[in-house]
Structure formats: structure tokens, C-alpha cells
Antibody, heavy 117, light 109 residues
């Protein structure tokens, strides 16, 4: 059974940093592309970052480019999101999602990031 | 950049009724469109990929159709557990990004 478990969400002050983790199990993590998707309270889904299986290709949404960094450790079956210069509008539940051919076929349960003073 | 528009924003129906949800793309996305279901407090769940293929374990009452710019998700007969928010999603090669529609809430009438 595919499992994706996010962690690292917390309350952080504006301008602060946070690192999210996503622990994967139940599938061959190293051969799949992965994504981070977020959802602000009461809002829709927003894709924010993509990383290919080998980390050779990385994309970001304009809203986080230059502030967030996606990376992975295939030996540890883990995906990460380093978030810097956090703003109030980064407040959201952050999901990691496994991707196959442009479709996100498995999702974690999400971790809440709150940016507030 | 592709923009996805979903209609209606809210659909009020009774169990047993047929639900028809629309997703329109600002430019052609071929057949590369997916549909997700999300219930409160839960992660999204993939229902349909490549416009018309049901994901593993998805009941046959869910079906997808369309290509190019106009897509439809149909729930043939609503079950109580189908009341949720539904999102469409596509991936574009340039600029490289994934886009979600704003969602359609299917609520109990």
C-alpha cells in the first residue's frame, strides 16, 4: 500500500523558515516524480513544486520561486520542501503527491503551516 | 498559461440524481486532464486520468469525457459519500506547471 506521510508543519513568524518532509513507503520511490501542492484555509488546490525521479528536473510555481526549494533523498525514500522568507499567504495545508504522467495518483494527508506573528 | 474554469461552482442535488460537472481549459490540453475528489479534512483522491480513465478502485458511476478544451465529469447516480468538492487538473509543458481548476462543490439538496 502506498503511504505518503508529511511532517514539519508548524506556526512560524513572517520572514521565517521551515522544512517539510514527506516519508514514502509501499512503492519504488526512486522511480517516480513527486510534487508539493498546498491548500490555503477554505480555498482550492495550488500546485507549488515538482521534482523528477533523479532530481534532474525541478519546477516551481511563480508564487514560491526563489523562496522555496524542493529536494529528495531516494536512499531515504523522502521528499522535502525548504521554505524561506515565509509570508502570511503561505499559510496552508501542504500535501506531497506522487505523480504519474501528469496525474497525481497518491497523496499524503497533509501538514499545516501557519505563518503569523 | 492554461487556465481551467469549472462550472457550476456549486451543484445542489439529491442522492440518486445524476451530477454533471464541467471543466473548460483556456487552450487545448488534448486529453491530458484529471479529476479529483476532496472531502473536508481529507487529501484529494484521484478519480479520472487522461480525461476518461477511471483510477484504481473508483466506482463505475464516475465517468469522464471530453478533449481539447471541454471536459465533463459525470456521476451517474449520487451516493451519500459522493458529496464533496471536485477539481480538474492539467499539466502543461510550457511553462512547465500543473494547474487546478477552482473546484465544484456537490452538496446535498
Amino acid at each position: 500500500e502506498v503511504q505518503l506521510v508529511e511532517s514539519g508543519g508548524d506556526l512560524v513568524q513572517p520572514g521565517g523558515s521551515l522544512r517539510l518532509s514527506c516519508a514514502a513507503s509501499g512503492f519504488a520511490f526512486g522511480i517516480y516524480s513527486m510534487n508539493w501542492v498546498r491548500q490555503a484555509p477554505g480555498k482550492g488546490l495550488e500546485w507549488i513544486s515538482y521534482i523528477s525521479s533523479s532530481s534532474g528536473t525541478i519546477y516551481y510555481a511563480d508564487s514560491v520561486k526563489g523562496r522555496f526549494t524542493i529536494f529528495r533523498d531516494n536512499a531515504k525514500n523522502s521528499l522535502y520542501l525548504q521554505m524561506n522568507s515565509l509570508r502570511a499567504d503561505d499559510t496552508a495545508v501542504y500535501f506531497c503527491a506522487k505523480e504519474v504522467a501528469g496525474t497525481m495518483d497518491d497523496w499524503g494527508q497533509g501538514t499545516l503551516v501557519t505563518v503569523s506573528s | 498559461e492554461v487556465v481551467l474554469t469549472q462550472s457550476p461552482a456549486t451543484l445542489s442535488l439529491s442522492p440518486g440524481e445524476r451530477a454533471t460537472l464541467s471543466c473548460r481549459a483556456s487552450q487545448s490540453v488534448g486529453a491530458y486532464l484529471a479529476w479529483y475528489q476532496q472531502k473536508p479534512g481529507q487529501a484529494p483522491r484521484l478519480l479520472i486520468y487522461d480525461a476518461s480513465n477511471r483510477a484504481t478502485g473508483i466506482p463505475a458511476r464516475f465517468s469522464g469525457s471530453g478533449s481539447g478544451t471541454d471536459f465533463t465529469l459525470t456521476i451517474s447516480s449520487l451516493e451519500p459519500e459522493d458529496f464533496a468538492v471536485y477539481y480538474c487538473q492539467q499539466r502543461s509543458n510550457w511553462p512547465p506547471r500543473f494547474t487546478f481548476g477552482p473546484g465544484t462543490k456537490v452538496e446535498i439538496k
